[in-house]
């Protein structure tokens, strides 16, 4: 019952019924209307170029229903080149109501990556060599950058897992078409292969994984972080349409079937 009365005050604030003043550190989303699963949207930071990285928050608040749902965080396009997946996260973004799971999702986290078609950001650095554990003084393909976080990508992203503490992290990548294996929760990573449909990998980096978001993350916090690996051309429909009600479930979590009625109706100006 509490659920339905929140989701149903929700509801009436999206729909312009009651007013809702938006705290300094968020804003409602612009067109909200048109996003019902949107109940916030933050800035987390900005890239070396200037641009805005995003976090959506999505579904149910945990400090309303406690702990019998979990908080995640779904993380795309870390690496610019690697652009597939944020369609799943796109489309839980601006599809139907999320029910069950405190839910952030962020897209586009490498935006000046994403706008140059390339792996690294701007200062030619992978950011999944850049975090603060294990780092090492990486080269080539996988610069680690000139010290652990020098990038304001990173400490963006470490400022805002550090203020979530998500139960969970999936970090979506391409194109090894794999979920990580080689965790301390395989359990765990066997279900998410399952449900996405995908194979179980040994993402060791070909040894040691230095300076990876996963790694920081795990070593640091009681949530659990995972890689997941789409191959190198997922399709449009698996992207948008089949992967992200697969993401929920993992998490028991679901879409509304169809959205309120007030969300359906056109602005006539």
Not at 37 to 60: F, P, Q, Y
Not at 186 to 206: E, I, M, Q, S, Y
Not at 237 to 247: I, K, L, N, T
Request: glycine fraction near 8%; charge should be positive.
């Amino acid at each position: 019952m509490r659920r339905l009365l929140t989701s149903a005050v929700t509801g009436i604030v999206a729909a312009g019924i009651l007013s809702a003043a938006p705290s300094p550190a968020s804003a409602l989303p612009e067109r909200a209307e048109r996003r019902p699963a949107v109940i916030e949207t933050k800035v987390i930071g900005k890239s070396v170029a200037g641009r805005r990285i995003r976090a959506w928050h999505l579904g149910d608040r945990q400090e309303e229903f406690g702990e019998d749902i979990p908080s995640v965080v779904l993380i795309s396009t870390m690496h610019g080149n690697e652009r597939a997946t944020q369609q799943i996260l796109a489309s839980l973004r601006d599809g139907a109501r999320v029910h069950e799971v405190d839910l952030w999702v962020v897209p586009v986290y490498n935006p000046d990556g994403l706008a140059r078609n390339t792996r690294k950001n701007a200062r030619g650095v992978d950011l999944n060599r850049n975090y603060p554990y294990k780092w090492a003084d990486l080269d080539g393909n996988y610069e680690s950058g000139p010290k652990p976080a020098s990038e304001p990508e990173t400490r963006a992203m470490m400022r805002f897992l550090t203020k979530v503490r998500p139960d969970y992290v999936l970090s979506f990548h391409q194109p090894l078409n794999g979920v990580d294996i080689n965790v301390e929760r395989p359990r765990f990573a066997r279900k998410v292969a399952d449900h996405l449909d995908l194979p179980t990998r040994n993402l060791d980096c070909g040894g040691v994984c230095h300076g990876t978001m996963t790694g920081w993350f795990n070593h640091h916090f009681k949530g659990f972080a995972l890689t997941v690996e789409y191959g190198a051309r997922p399709g449009r429909q698996r992207m948008r349409e089949d992967a992200p009600p697969q993401v929920l479930k993992i998490f028991d979590a679901f879409r509304s079937k169809k959205p309120p009625q007030q969300e359906l109706v056109e602005p006539t100006t």
